[in-house]
């Protein structure tokens, strides 16, 4: 099964395969449904996912200051694209070159006590 879905604006393709084996009714029929498989992929197509936001930056990324953190600054992606996911690799890079996009990441930042 194949669908579409608009998250936030954003075009994902989503497939869903699901691989069922045989049922005999019997213990090896309960065995063989507990070994079923279901595999998901999402995958953002290549169009633009910032298409109103602040369009006249450069580069739109917002910062939060939150008091329990471990680590001074955490980078989470808001393209997509991360091979990394949820944290950012910086792949938005080529992401708003190959579509004039202007997306980068949220940044969380440790309180400075």
Same mark, same amino acid.
């Given at each position: 099964?194949?669908?579409?879905?608009?998250?936030?604006?954003?075009?994902?393709?989503?497939? %869903?395969? /699901?691989?069922?084996?045989?049922?005999?009714?019997?213990?090896?029929?309960?065995?063989? $449904?507990?070994? =079923?498989?279901? @595999?998901?992929?999402?995958?953002?197509?290549?169009?633009?996912?910032?298409?109103?936001?602040?369009?006249?930056?450069?580069?739109?990324?917002?910062? %939060?200051? /939150?008091?329990?953190?471990?680590?001074?600054?955490?980078?989470?992606?808001?393209?997509? $694209?991360?091979? =990394?996911?949820? @944290?950012?690799?910086?792949?938005?890079?080529?992401?708003?070159?190959?579509?004039?996009?202007?997306?980068?990441?949220?940044?969380?930042?440790?309180?400075?006590?």
């Amino acid at each position: 099964m194949a669908s579409i879905l608009n998250l936030a604006g954003v075009g994902l393709s989503s497939s %869903v395969a /699901v691989r069922r084996r045989g049922r005999d009714g019997g213990f090896a029929g309960a065995v063989e $449904r507990a070994r =079923t498989r279901r @595999l998901v992929s999402v995958r953002a197509e290549a169009q633009a996912i910032n298409p109103e936001i602040r369009k006249s930056e450069e580069k739109v990324v917002d910062a %939060v200051v /939150v008091s329990e953190l471990s680590k001074p600054l955490t980078a989470y992606c808001r393209c997509w $694209r991360s091979g =990394t996911f949820p @944290l950012c690799d910086g792949s938005h890079v080529k992401h708003n070159k190959a579509t004039g996009d202007n997306v980068g990441p949220l940044l969380l930042k440790k309180q400075k006590e």
